[in-house]
């Protein structure tokens, strides 16, 4: 088992930055990938990136929603990963979940949600305009 718990979210002006942290505990070292979802008010959840928990490689989503405004990173030492989301815009308001993708688990794509059997209670981002 392995438990996640989202934290760093708030309230922020648009244009602003924000880091979410995602502390994972338990056995970890069953880990291999982080991934960080979101999801607004009456929207489907929607994949953000990933990181290799291993390797510390990230794979980013395609979306353009996101792309080349977030950052993900990791601790193992601590354990930690990491979401940093620059020029956030009203679109970027929702609730963000990291989830963890167990060792062995290849059947789904990198940001296919069946694949992550660990979810973290999220944290809420709202930006003001």
Not at 14 to 37: E, K, N, P, Q
Not at 65 to 75: A, C, E, Q
Not at 105 to 112: E, I, K, R, S
Request: aromatic share 10%; hydrophobic share 35%; charged share 20%.
């Amino acid at each position: 088992q392995v438990q996640l718990v989202e934290s760093g979210g708030g309230l922020v002006q648009a244009g602003g930055s924000l880091r979410l942290s995602c502390a994972a505990s338990g056995r970890t070292d069953t880990i291999y990938t982080v991934g960080w979802f979101r999801q607004a008010p009456t929207k489907e959840r929607e994949f953000v990136g990933t990181i290799i928990w291993g390797e510390g490689r990230p794979i980013y989503s395609d979306s353009d929603s996101v792309k080349g405004r977030f950052s993900i990173s990791r601790d193992t030492v601590k354990n930690m990963v990491y979401l940093q989301m620059n020029s956030l815009n009203s679109e970027d308001t929702a609730l963000y979940y990291c989830a963890a993708r167990h060792v062995g688990v290849t059947a789904h794509g990198w940001g296919d949600s069946r694949a992550f059997a660990y979810w973290g209670p999220g944290t809420q981002v709202t930006v003001s305009s």
